[in-house]
């Protein structure tokens, strides 16, 4: 397995743990010299807090910080524009997306502002958030104000 | 007085409380039918937290919503990709901004995506963040990244 996607399957743990408390199954983690500095899943459930998106949360739990140089922020989805924003705004320079099936569409986004993106199609991603999807479409349409 | 005006002053009165606090002095304020739903203003450095910019911090006070539709958000500075990103991401119709002379450049992002821009060039707000920049110019350069 890759490094890349041995760190994808600490955010997809990220993600499961936010799916059994009931919340949107999205996670995320952020590497910086071959190690994680900081973890974080979506708690828009869990905490009523519509900015607390998976990429957030970990950027939250990362705390203050000078530089993002040399982190990549792995994601188990793609990020939306309140997450590609941020991205862009914190000068993150790589990005590792689980999938970009059940939701995507700000690659470009991120790729015409510098950001290296990689998309790793993963399966276990794809189907956790179809389930989600299927199980739970009000708070999905909420999560993404659809 | 005009009504933007007034709600703007809401805000600016968030961004003294956050200067007061010791942090970084940009306020907001989400307006709906005429009445201040939440109010925020950065924390980056009252809580650690590096996407508590002042949108993102009244958005989280607002809680969990289905909609934005009719919201206007106030904000003492024009904002940055991430809130940007945010503001387009939860499909928030309108935005008055305090001042873009010490910080903007993504109000045709907005305009772009059918936000609704308006710059009040106010004053107050300018002079609060030309001074917040002179005097702590460290973590302004923390807040956007420099």
Redesign the interface.
């Known amino acids: 397995m890759s490094t890349d996607h041995s760190f994808l399957c600490e955010a997809i743990a990220e993600a499961e743990q936010g799916f059994a408390e009931g919340g949107v199954p999205i996670g995320a983690v952020l590497v910086e010299e071959g190690r994680v500095v900081a973890r974080g899943h979506n708690r828009?459930v869990q905490q009523?807090?519509?900015?607390?998106h998976g990429e957030?949360d970990c950027?939250?739990q990362?705390?203050?910080?000078?530089?993002?140089r040399g982190t990549t922020l792995y994601t188990t989805l793609s990020p939306?524009?309140?997450?590609?924003?941020?991205i862009?705004?914190?000068?993150i320079p790589r990005v590792v997306i689980g999938e970009n099936r059940s939701f995507g569409g700000n690659e470009e986004f991120l790729r015409a502002r510098g950001v290296e993106v990689l998309v790793l199609d993963d399966p276990r991603c794809l189907e956790l958030m179809l389930r989600f999807q299927r199980e739970k479409p009000a708070v999905w349409?909420?999560d993404?104000?659809e």
Chains 1, 2 share one sequence.
Do not use: H, N, W
């Not at 990362?62 to 993002?68: L, Q, T």
């Not at 939306?80 to 941020?86: D, R, V």
């Open positions: 828009r009523g807090d519509p900015i607390a957030m950027l939250r990362a705390g203050r910080r000078a530089s993002y939306c524009m309140m997450c590609a924003g941020t862009v705004q914190f000068k349409a909420e993404i104000a």
